[in-house]
T-cell receptor, first 111, second 114 residues
Framework: GQNIDQPTEMTATEGAIVQINCTYQ??????LFWYQQHAGEAPTFLSYNVLDGLEEKGRFSSFLSRSKGYSYLLLKELQMKDSASYLC????????????FGRGTSLIVHP | DTGVSQNPRHKITKRGQNVTFRCDPISEHNRLYWYRQTLGQGPEFLTYFQNEAQLEKSRLLSDRFSAERPKGSFSTLEIQRTEQGDSAMYLC????????????FGEGSRLTVL
């Protein structure tokens, strides 16, 4: 099975940079997803990493190290609207690829 | 395409009653998932369909829960004899591809069991 760990809560200042970490354990690696979820809304896809390294997409970047079982989501030039929960998810091995989610990191951006 | 649609959005019921939720996925998506989410937690997997076939169910899913996807399009999730512990947000998601496919979530159906 999977074990996914991420911090429960983080706070940051508008305009700053924040890094949200995720560590995982899985018997067979099939990539790693990051989702954003605003309070009371559905999760929305941010990124998918399957190879080591950093992938940049605008203000958001995602990094993966398969050997360390580690990923992070980097948010630059923080805006108030970035206040949300950030969910790390890893597809199950064995062919189903069903994503297993971590508990999410609640990010609070203050002025 | 309007995305994944779920209804009802909110349901309040008394303990012991049955409830049913419906999910209409994105039309060309053959994979459909049900998750449950409680406050401060990530989505917890319940069950998964590929077309009309229910291929996997969580071990956490009690026999009071049943899901169907009769024609490989919409799906229903029924909870029988509801308990207060069933109170949660029930999320439906669909995807087109397997291992690399992002999930598209509906807005969820919030269940409150009194």
């Amino acid at each position: 099975g999977q074990n996914i760990d991420q911090p429960t809560e983080m706070t940051a200042t508008e305009g700053a940079i924040v890094q949200i970490n995720c560590t995982y354990q899985t018997s067979g690696f099939n990539g790693l997803f990051w989702y954003q979820q605003h309070a009371g809304e559905a999760p929305t896809f941010l990124s998918y990493n399957v190879l080591d390294g950093l992938e940049e997409k605008g203000r958001f970047s995602s990094f993966l190290s398969r050997s360390k079982g580690y990923s992070y989501l980097l948010l630059k030039e923080l805006q108030m609207k970035d206040s949300a929960s950030y969910l790390c998810a890893v597809p199950q091995s064995g062919g189903s690829y069903i994503p297993t989610f971590g508990r999410g990191t609640s990010l609070i951006v203050h002025p | 395409d309007t995305g994944v649609s779920q209804n009802p959005r909110h349901k309040i019921t008394k303990r012991g009653q049955n409830v049913t939720f419906r999910c209409d996925p994105i039309s060309e998506h053959n994979r459909l998932y049900w998750y449950r989410q409680t406050l401060g937690q990530g989505p917890e997997f319940l069950t998964y369909f590929q077309n009309e076939a229910q291929l996997e169910k969580s071990r956490l899913l009690s026999d009071r829960f049943s899901a169907e996807r009769p024609k490989g399009s919409f799906s229903t999730l029924e909870i029988q004899r509801t308990e207060q512990g069933d109170s949660a947000m029930y999320l439906c998601a669909s995807s087109l591809h397997a291992n690399t496919g992002e999930l598209f979530f509906g807005e969820g159906s919030r269940l409150t069991v009194l």
